[in-house]
């Protein structure tokens, strides 16, 4: 089946713990991307990658960071930097024409 | 990124009802993209315009990309239960790569 996976779709964490957030797809699509949503905003930029060991700050990096050793994998991980981290994390990808493609979310939680 | 003002916040209708959505920039996009967001999950492309004054549509949702290149527009005919969600204008601009997204239009449709 093709498409975006992210794991885990719930995760928990403790202030001043690292967290890293999976995603995964067999699209075979060169860029990927990830976004933060909050309770009634719109997405904002995390991070993206155009191609494999190459990635660019988005509007909101602070406190996060990011690989992409393969195609197929943009793993993002929220460190103890990023202040409010509880938000709803959304992995995407596109194939250059600027249609993007979601994966199901991640929500992580700070307790 | 790019500030889309998307409008209008929610709305509240009754089955059966059109309804309509729209979305400005201060800049100028080359694209423009309407997703539907479902509760917990990511969004999913409707329809996406790549022309101005281009009018496309899919199935009973239309939308258009406006001729200023700073707005676009979708209408929702004959609305059903299930168009229940958040809806997303996004798009790109001459200079930029990723997608700015607006804030979402919350829709709530009564039986």
């Known amino acids: 089946d093709g498409g975006i996976t992210q794991s885990p779709k719930y995760l928990f964490r403790k202030e001043g713990q690292n967290v890293t957030l999976s995603c995964e797809q067999n699209l075979n699509h060169d860029a990927m991307y990830w976004y933060r949503q909050d309770p009634g905003q719109g997405l904002r930029l995390i991070y993206y990658?155009?191609?494999?060991?190459?990635?660019q700050k988005g509007d909101i990096a602070e406190g996060y960071s990011v690989s992409r050793e393969k195609k197929e994998s943009f793993p993002l991980t929220v460190t103890s930097a990023q202040k409010n981290p509880t938000a709803f994390y959304l992995c995407a990808t596109d194939r250059g024409s600027t249609e993007a493609f979601f994966g199901q979310g991640t929500r992580l939680t700070v307790v | 990124g790019q500030q889309l003002n998307q409008s209008p916040q929610s709305m509240f209708i009754q089955e059966g009802e059109d309804v309509s959505m729209n979305c400005t920039s201060s800049s100028i996009f080359n694209t423009w993209l309407w997703y539907k967001q479902d509760p917990g999950e990511g969004p999913v492309l409707l329809i996406a315009?790549?022309?101005?004054?281009e009018l496309t549509s899919n199935g009973r949702l239309t939308a258009q990309f406006g001729t200023t290149r700073k707005d676009s527009f979708l209408n929702i005919s004959a609305s059903i239960p299930s168009d229940v969600g958040i809806y997303f204008c996004a798009g790109v601009t001459n200079s930029g790569y990723a997608l700015n997204f607006g804030k979402g239009t919350s829709l709530l449709v009564t039986p």
């Open positions: 990658s155009q191609i494999v060991n190459d990635f």
């Open positions: 315009l790549y022309k101005a004054g």
